[in-house]
């Protein structure tokens, strides 16, 4: 079925471990993006690549790196994980910057950091 | 910057009754609204837009918003509720500085049988 996958579904981390979380989409999508969603706050977005080749910083980039691969993926790394980082982490794509035509979700990463 | 508030956490409703979703905006130019549904354990879906037009906008399963400019609001309504529609509702907004969306924190709808 044609979506964004994202992989893993589930991560236990120490705190101080690295990890990167994928994201790939087969829509064609240009654009991709990264959110957290934590209780009471919504999703708030971390990275987004509103083409291939670009990267921007969101509301909550501390603490993380991306990578836009090529068109179809979009990797998120945690470099020295946190408890605070403990989220669940929605990777989204669009046609365009914006997402005037609606974002198609992943189905979420569940992080756990101890 | 962009903002988009929702007031309540929580929404009950009984099976059958009429829903509303509250939802207001803050934005510089002109919105680009967004509501979206969130069924446990999966991602979000999108449910309806507001670019222009109409000031009432269809979308999936029944829903619909009202786009109020005089208010600010984009409320999120259905004219009969079903259990099935239980899940989490984000409304969001077009940040046209990030070409990216910034969501609300999110209202929990609970439609008993």
Avoid at chain 2, 38 to 57: A, C, E, H, S
Wanted: glycine content about 10%; overall charge positive; proline content about 4%.
């Amino acid at each position: 079925n044609a979506g964004v996958t994202q992989t893993p579904k589930f991560q236990v981390l120490k705190t101080g471990q690295s990890m990167t979380l994928q994201c790939a989409q087969d829509m064609n999508h240009n654009s991709m993006y990264w959110y957290r969603q934590d209780p009471g706050m919504g999703l708030r977005l971390i990275y987004y690549s509103a083409s291939e080749g670009t990267t921007d910083k969101g509301e909550v980039p501390n603490g993380y790196n991306v990578s836009r691969l090529n068109k179809r993926e979009f990797s998120l790394r945690l470099e020295s994980a946190a408890p605070s980082q403990t989220s669940v982490y929605f990777c989204a794509s669009s046609v365009s910057g914006g997402g005037d035509y609606g974002y198609t979700f992943g189905s979420g990463t569940r992080l756990t950091v101890v | 910057a962009q903002s988009v508030a929702q007031p309540e956490d929580q929404v009950n409703v009984a099976e059958g009754n009429p829903l509303t979703v509250k939802c207001t905006y803050s934005v510089s130019g002109n919105p680009y609204l967004f509501w979206y549904v969130q069924y446990p354990n999966r991602g979000l879906q999108f449910l309806l837009k507001y670019i222009t037009g109409d000031n009432l906008v269809k979308g999936s399963y029944g829903f619909e918003a009202e786009f109020n400019k005089s208010q600010t609001s984009f409320h999120l309504k259905k004219p009969s509720a079903l259990v099935s529609d239980s899940a989490l509702y984000f409304c969001a907004v077009r940040d046209m500085g990030r070409r990216a969306l910034t969501f609300g924190s999110g209202t929990r709808l609970q439609v008993q049988p």
